[in-house]
Protein backbone atom coordinates (compact mmCIF):
# COMPACT_ATOMS: atom_id res chain seq x y z
CA UNK A 1 0.00 0.00 0.00
CA UNK A 2 3.03 2.27 0.67
CA UNK A 3 4.59 2.13 -2.40
CA UNK A 4 1.52 2.41 -4.53
CA UNK A 5 0.44 5.75 -2.86
CA UNK A 6 3.59 6.93 -3.29
CA UNK A 7 4.20 6.16 -6.80
CA UNK A 8 0.61 7.82 -7.62
CA UNK A 9 1.61 11.56 -5.81
CA UNK A 10 4.20 13.67 -7.62
CA UNK A 11 7.56 12.83 -7.79
CA UNK A 12 10.31 14.86 -5.75
CA UNK A 13 7.73 15.66 -3.44
CA UNK A 14 8.69 16.50 0.57
CA UNK A 15 6.35 14.00 2.17
CA UNK A 16 8.21 15.18 5.86
CA UNK A 17 5.60 18.11 6.75
CA UNK A 18 2.48 18.49 8.74
CA UNK A 19 1.26 21.26 7.18
CA UNK A 20 -2.14 20.80 7.17
CA UNK A 21 -4.61 19.24 9.84
CA UNK A 22 -8.72 18.14 8.40
CA UNK A 23 -11.18 21.08 10.34
CA UNK A 24 -13.54 18.38 9.43
CA UNK A 25 -14.38 15.34 7.73
CA UNK A 26 -15.21 15.77 3.94
CA UNK A 27 -13.53 19.71 4.45
CA UNK A 28 -9.97 20.57 2.69
CA UNK A 29 -7.36 18.14 1.62
CA UNK A 30 -5.15 15.58 3.63
CA UNK A 31 -1.55 16.94 4.22
CA UNK A 32 -0.05 14.06 1.97
CA UNK A 33 -1.64 15.38 -1.35
CA UNK A 34 -1.10 19.49 -0.98
CA UNK A 35 -1.02 21.08 -2.93
CA UNK A 36 -3.88 19.51 -5.11
CA UNK A 37 -4.02 19.77 -8.80
CA UNK A 38 -5.88 21.90 -11.09
CA UNK A 39 -7.65 18.91 -12.21
CA UNK A 40 -9.70 19.05 -9.29
CA UNK A 41 -13.43 18.28 -9.50
CA UNK A 42 -16.12 20.64 -7.58
CA UNK A 43 -19.37 19.35 -7.16
CA UNK A 44 -21.86 21.77 -5.93
CA UNK A 45 -24.45 20.81 -3.33
CA UNK A 46 -27.42 22.50 -4.75
CA UNK A 47 -30.47 20.46 -4.10
CA UNK A 48 -29.01 18.16 -1.34
CA UNK A 49 -28.39 17.65 1.91
CA UNK A 50 -24.52 17.68 2.65
CA UNK A 51 -21.92 17.57 5.70
CA UNK A 52 -20.95 16.26 8.49
CA UNK A 53 -22.64 13.30 10.65
CA UNK A 54 -22.20 11.58 13.66
CA UNK A 55 -23.15 7.58 13.38
CA UNK A 56 -23.41 5.18 17.05
CA UNK A 57 -21.62 2.55 17.38
CA UNK A 58 -21.81 1.15 20.50
CA UNK A 59 -20.86 3.94 22.65
CA UNK A 60 -18.70 5.58 19.92
CA UNK A 61 -19.40 8.26 18.11
CA UNK A 62 -18.36 7.82 14.35
CA UNK A 63 -17.77 11.01 11.81
CA UNK A 64 -19.07 10.41 8.44
CA UNK A 65 -20.23 12.86 5.28
CA UNK A 66 -23.28 12.56 4.17
CA UNK A 67 -25.24 13.79 1.18
CA UNK A 68 -28.50 13.09 -0.22
CA UNK A 69 -30.85 14.99 -2.22
CA UNK A 70 -33.23 17.60 0.29
CA UNK A 71 -36.21 15.93 1.51
CA UNK A 72 -35.61 12.33 -0.14
CA UNK A 73 -37.01 9.39 1.44
CA UNK A 74 -36.49 6.17 0.97
CA UNK A 75 -33.32 6.29 -0.83
CA UNK A 76 -30.71 3.80 -2.19
CA UNK A 77 -27.78 3.78 -0.10
CA UNK A 78 -24.30 3.78 -1.23
CA UNK A 79 -20.89 3.55 1.34
CA UNK A 80 -18.37 5.64 -0.08
CA UNK A 81 -15.12 4.34 1.51
CA UNK A 82 -11.80 6.38 0.93
CA UNK A 83 -8.23 6.06 0.48
CA UNK A 84 -5.57 6.07 3.49
CA UNK A 85 -5.94 9.69 3.47
CA UNK A 86 -9.65 9.77 5.15
CA UNK A 87 -13.02 11.34 4.36
CA UNK A 88 -11.36 14.97 2.97
CA UNK A 89 -12.73 16.70 0.05
CA UNK A 90 -12.41 14.57 -2.84
CA UNK A 91 -14.40 11.88 -0.94
CA UNK A 92 -16.72 13.92 -0.26
CA UNK A 93 -17.52 14.73 -3.81
CA UNK A 94 -17.49 11.91 -5.07
CA UNK A 95 -20.48 11.79 -2.20
CA UNK A 96 -22.07 14.72 -3.37
CA UNK A 97 -21.50 13.12 -7.28
CA UNK A 98 -23.81 9.98 -5.94
CA UNK A 99 -26.51 12.21 -4.56
CA UNK A 100 -27.01 13.92 -7.45
CA UNK A 101 -28.16 10.82 -8.76
CA UNK A 102 -30.27 9.98 -6.55
CA UNK A 103 -28.59 7.75 -3.84
CA UNK A 104 -27.95 8.99 0.19
CA UNK A 105 -23.97 8.77 -0.21
CA UNK A 106 -22.28 8.13 3.31
CA UNK A 107 -18.41 8.72 3.77
CA UNK A 108 -17.58 7.21 6.88
CA UNK A 109 -14.45 8.30 8.36
CA UNK A 110 -12.96 4.78 9.30
CA UNK A 111 -9.58 5.67 10.81
CA UNK A 112 -10.77 8.58 13.84
CA UNK A 113 -10.25 6.00 16.55
CA UNK A 114 -6.45 5.40 15.36
CA UNK A 115 -5.77 9.18 14.58
CA UNK A 116 -5.71 11.77 12.09
CA UNK A 117 -4.98 10.65 8.97
CA UNK A 118 -5.40 13.62 7.36
CA UNK A 119 -2.50 15.79 9.06
CA UNK A 120 0.25 13.49 8.23
CA UNK A 121 2.38 14.64 5.60
CA UNK A 122 4.69 11.69 5.50
CA UNK A 123 2.94 8.54 4.03
CA UNK A 124 4.84 5.47 5.54
CA UNK A 125 4.39 7.30 8.93
CA UNK A 126 0.65 7.10 8.21
CA UNK A 127 0.35 3.44 7.52
CA UNK A 128 2.45 2.36 10.67
CA UNK A 129 0.92 4.84 13.04
CA UNK A 130 -3.04 4.97 11.93
CA UNK A 131 -3.40 2.83 8.97
CA UNK A 132 -1.75 -1.12 9.98
CA UNK A 133 -3.52 -0.30 13.22
CA UNK A 134 -7.64 -0.04 11.67
CA UNK A 135 -8.05 -3.97 11.98
CA UNK A 136 -11.19 -5.65 9.69
CA UNK A 137 -13.11 -6.44 12.23
CA UNK A 138 -13.83 -3.13 13.15
CA UNK A 139 -14.14 -1.91 9.86
CA UNK A 140 -17.00 -4.69 9.55
CA UNK A 141 -18.29 -3.47 12.54
CA UNK A 142 -18.71 0.03 11.35
CA UNK A 143 -19.64 -0.22 8.23
CA UNK A 144 -22.50 -2.43 9.92
CA UNK A 145 -23.72 0.77 12.44
CA UNK A 146 -23.31 3.14 9.14
CA UNK A 147 -26.02 0.67 7.43
CA UNK A 148 -28.10 0.67 10.30
CA UNK A 149 -28.33 4.37 10.94
CA UNK A 150 -28.79 4.81 7.03
CA UNK A 151 -32.03 2.71 8.07
CA UNK A 152 -32.80 4.86 11.02
CA UNK A 153 -32.66 7.78 8.42
CA UNK A 154 -35.59 6.53 6.17
CA UNK A 155 -32.90 4.97 3.58
CA UNK A 156 -33.85 2.43 2.07
CA UNK A 157 -30.83 -0.39 3.16
CA UNK A 158 -32.31 -3.03 0.80
CA UNK A 159 -30.69 -1.01 -1.93
CA UNK A 160 -27.20 -1.10 -0.96
CA UNK A 161 -24.51 -0.71 -2.29
CA UNK A 162 -20.68 0.03 -1.45
CA UNK A 163 -17.91 1.87 -3.88
CA UNK A 164 -14.11 2.40 -2.44
CA UNK A 165 -10.78 3.30 -3.78
CA UNK A 166 -7.37 1.59 -3.32
CA UNK A 167 -7.55 1.04 0.41
CA UNK A 168 -11.68 1.65 0.09
CA UNK A 169 -10.90 -0.71 -2.69
CA UNK A 170 -10.18 -4.00 -0.69
CA UNK A 171 -12.66 -3.06 1.81
CA UNK A 172 -15.53 -2.99 -0.91
CA UNK A 173 -15.32 -7.02 -1.58
CA UNK A 174 -14.46 -7.70 1.92
CA UNK A 175 -17.50 -6.05 2.72
CA UNK A 176 -19.64 -7.33 -0.05
CA UNK A 177 -18.42 -10.62 1.35
CA UNK A 178 -19.48 -9.52 5.07
CA UNK A 179 -23.06 -8.33 4.37
CA UNK A 180 -25.25 -10.11 2.65
CA UNK A 181 -27.29 -7.24 1.88
CA UNK A 182 -25.14 -5.86 -0.39
CA UNK A 183 -26.25 -5.55 -3.88
CA UNK A 184 -23.29 -4.76 -5.63
CA UNK A 185 -20.26 -2.95 -5.08
CA UNK A 186 -17.61 -1.16 -7.36
CA UNK A 187 -13.83 -1.46 -5.95
CA UNK A 188 -11.71 0.89 -7.94
CA UNK A 189 -7.88 -0.49 -7.44
CA UNK A 190 -8.18 -2.25 -4.26
CA UNK A 191 -5.70 -4.82 -3.45
CA UNK A 192 -6.30 -8.01 -3.73
CA UNK A 193 -3.93 -10.39 -2.38
CA UNK A 194 -1.81 -10.07 0.83
CA UNK A 195 -0.33 -11.74 3.33
CA UNK A 196 -2.55 -12.72 6.76
CA UNK A 197 -1.98 -10.37 9.59
CA UNK A 198 -3.87 -10.25 13.25
CA UNK A 199 -5.66 -7.12 11.63
CA UNK A 200 -6.02 -8.20 8.03
CA UNK A 201 -6.41 -12.12 8.41
CA UNK A 202 -8.31 -12.34 4.81
CA UNK A 203 -8.32 -10.25 1.52
CA UNK A 204 -10.39 -10.32 -1.37
CA UNK A 205 -9.32 -13.22 -3.17
CA UNK A 206 -10.00 -15.38 0.58
CA UNK A 207 -13.38 -14.48 0.56
CA UNK A 208 -15.02 -15.05 -2.91
CA UNK A 209 -17.22 -17.96 -1.42
CA UNK A 210 -18.95 -15.25 0.54
CA UNK A 211 -19.42 -12.70 -1.74
CA UNK A 212 -23.55 -11.39 -1.87
CA UNK A 213 -23.50 -8.73 -3.99
CA UNK A 214 -21.13 -8.64 -7.40
CA UNK A 215 -18.40 -6.52 -7.77
CA UNK A 216 -17.29 -4.70 -10.06
CA UNK A 217 -13.07 -3.96 -10.49
CA UNK A 218 -12.03 -0.77 -11.84
CA UNK A 219 -7.95 -1.61 -12.20
CA UNK A 220 -4.86 0.60 -14.11
CA UNK A 221 -2.76 -1.74 -16.04
CA UNK A 222 0.22 0.45 -15.12
CA UNK A 223 -0.28 -0.12 -11.29
CA UNK A 224 3.10 -1.15 -10.24
CA UNK A 225 1.52 -2.10 -6.30
CA UNK A 226 -1.34 -4.07 -7.83
CA UNK A 227 0.31 -6.35 -10.25
CA UNK A 228 -2.27 -7.33 -13.08
CA UNK A 229 -1.30 -10.95 -12.10
CA UNK A 230 -2.98 -10.73 -9.03
CA UNK A 231 -5.84 -9.46 -11.14
CA UNK A 232 -5.44 -12.89 -12.32
CA UNK A 233 -5.88 -14.48 -9.10
CA UNK A 234 -8.80 -12.91 -7.83
CA UNK A 235 -10.18 -14.09 -11.29
CA UNK A 236 -9.68 -17.25 -10.74
CA UNK A 237 -10.72 -16.92 -7.35
CA UNK A 238 -13.67 -15.82 -8.04
CA UNK A 239 -14.65 -18.51 -10.92
CA UNK A 240 -14.37 -20.77 -7.64
CA UNK A 241 -16.54 -18.53 -5.37
CA UNK A 242 -20.07 -17.97 -4.99
CA UNK A 243 -22.95 -17.03 -7.10
CA UNK A 244 -22.29 -13.41 -7.28
CA UNK A 245 -18.77 -13.74 -7.38
CA UNK A 246 -19.05 -15.30 -10.70
CA UNK A 247 -20.81 -12.40 -11.87
CA UNK A 248 -18.54 -10.23 -10.66
CA UNK A 249 -16.02 -8.57 -13.17
CA UNK A 250 -13.11 -6.64 -13.97
CA UNK A 251 -12.45 -3.75 -16.23
CA UNK A 252 -8.61 -2.78 -16.66
CA UNK A 253 -7.30 0.49 -18.12
CA UNK A 254 -4.34 -0.85 -19.74
CA UNK A 255 -2.46 3.06 -19.79
CA UNK A 256 -4.01 3.85 -16.53
CA UNK A 257 -1.48 4.19 -13.04
CA UNK A 258 -2.81 3.61 -9.48
CA UNK A 259 -5.06 6.27 -8.46
CA UNK A 260 -6.21 7.09 -11.84
CA UNK A 261 -9.55 8.50 -10.47
CA UNK A 262 -7.92 11.22 -7.76
CA UNK A 263 -8.86 14.09 -9.71
CA UNK A 264 -6.80 16.14 -7.40
CA UNK A 265 -3.31 14.43 -7.71
CA UNK A 266 -0.87 13.59 -10.77
CA UNK A 267 -2.27 10.05 -11.12
CA UNK A 268 -5.36 11.43 -12.36
CA UNK A 269 -6.44 10.09 -15.77
CA UNK A 270 -9.22 12.09 -16.98
CA UNK A 271 -10.54 9.62 -20.37
CA UNK A 272 -10.21 6.43 -17.73
CA UNK A 273 -11.36 7.81 -14.70
CA UNK A 274 -15.01 9.59 -16.44
CA UNK A 275 -15.43 5.80 -18.20
CA UNK A 276 -14.73 4.50 -14.76
CA UNK A 277 -17.57 6.54 -12.91
CA UNK A 278 -19.83 5.87 -15.84
CA UNK A 279 -19.01 2.06 -15.83
CA UNK A 280 -19.60 2.16 -11.35
CA UNK A 281 -22.95 3.99 -11.94
CA UNK A 282 -24.23 1.15 -14.55
CA UNK A 283 -23.29 -1.15 -12.35
CA UNK A 284 -25.51 -0.06 -9.56
CA UNK A 285 -28.05 0.78 -12.10
CA UNK A 286 -28.10 -2.49 -13.45
CA UNK A 287 -27.75 -4.57 -10.22
CA UNK A 288 -31.51 -2.67 -8.38
CA UNK A 289 -29.81 0.22 -6.90
CA UNK A 290 -31.65 2.99 -8.42
Known amino acids: ?114 GDAGSYGEIAKLIAEVISKVPDEQVMADLDATVAWAKTQGADVARLGITGFCWGGRITWLYAAHNPSVKAGVAWYGRLVGNSTPPTPRHPVDVTGRIGGQVLGLYGGQDPGIPLDTVDKMKSALSQGSAAAKRSEFHIYADAPHAFHADYRPSYRKDAAEDGWKRCTAWFKANGLA
Open 1 to 114: MIKEELDSLAPGRDFSRRTFVQAAVGSGFAAAVLPVAASTIKTDAQGLEAGEVMIPVGDFKMPAYRAMPAGGKSLPVVLVISEIFGVHEHIADVARRFAKLGYMAIAPEMFVRQ
